[in-house]
């Protein structure tokens, strides 16, 4: 984005459209309207702000930080009332298409014992790409938790995986606080977050019985519904 070198009026409106919309102040927004989260999301704003910053003239420079303050405001009120989750928009791929190629990985869980999804084959396996700081995932976290209560005795299996950079230390009270049963593991430094190209969280990956990649999704829903359900059901029913 380019910011003239002297900026004399800076109206609400267009501020708002420079980060596409004042909802992207807090959580940014996928093609089809899904709210998302994105780690370096924060680094990038703090990068316009500056920008913006210094294009304004001095006398408006001190008032910056008080619009922000009130887009934040706004941002916030309009996410809170986001209403209920959609059903994830996800569609299968045929199994002629499917791959399990750089797949597998090693994660310690919150016992710092390390888990490895190949051990996990044999089950259809729920991927979930969070971290705690994220309100749509906290959002869907209840759902997921549904879901595995549904199916964890039909070979299916979800796995959380937290990018938080401080692991343990928040993600072991966030588990507590909504009482996820299923396991977690931790990805503070985002390599298995960059292993499976994930743009933001939540993302969502279904692999099949034999470790294929079957189906993605980006963005909260609801997987206590009769779509998440039919997804998994095709999948368990598979040979």
């Known amino acids: 984005m380019r910011f003239p070198r002297k900026v004399h009026t800076l109206s609400i409106n ?18 089809d309207g899904t709210v998302l989260s994105f780690d370096r999301f924060r680094i990038r704003t703090l990068d316009y702000m500056t920008n913006i910053q210094q294009a304004l003239p001095p006398q408006l420079r001190r008032l910056l930080p008080f619009l922000i303050i009130a887009i934040a405001v706004v ?52 991927l979930n790409f969070f971290a705690t700081w994220c309100g749509p995932c906290r959002k869907e976290m209840p759902t997921l938790e549904a879901l595995y209560q549904t199916y964890k005795d039909r070979d299916f299996i979800v796995l959380g995986i937290a990018g938080d950079t401080q692991g343990t230390k928040t993600v072991a009270p966030f588990v507590q606080d909504y009482n996820l049963s299923f396991p977690i593991l931790l990805d503070p430094q985002g390599g298995i977050s960059t292993q499976y190209r994930v743009p933001g969280v939540p993302t969502i990956y279904l692999l099949d019985r034999r470790g294929r990649v079957a189906g993605m999704t980006v963005g909260s829903a609801d997987w206590n519904s009769d779509q998440a359900r039919a997804l998994i059901e095709t999948l368990l029913e598979e040979e």
Request: glycine content about 8%; overall charge positive.
């Open 14 to 31: 267009t501020f708002f459209a420079s980060f596409g919309g004042a909802d992207n102040l807090v959580c940014p927004r996928s093609a």
């Open 75 to 126: 941002s916030l009120t309009q996410y809170q009332k986001g209403g209920a989750l959609a059903p994830p928009q996800m569609k299968l791929l045929s199994q002629a298409t499917r791959s399990a190629d750089n797949t597998n990985f090693t994660l310690p869980d919150l016992s710092d014992r390390p888990r490895q999804l190949e051990n996990f084959k044999g089950n259809v396996v729920l």
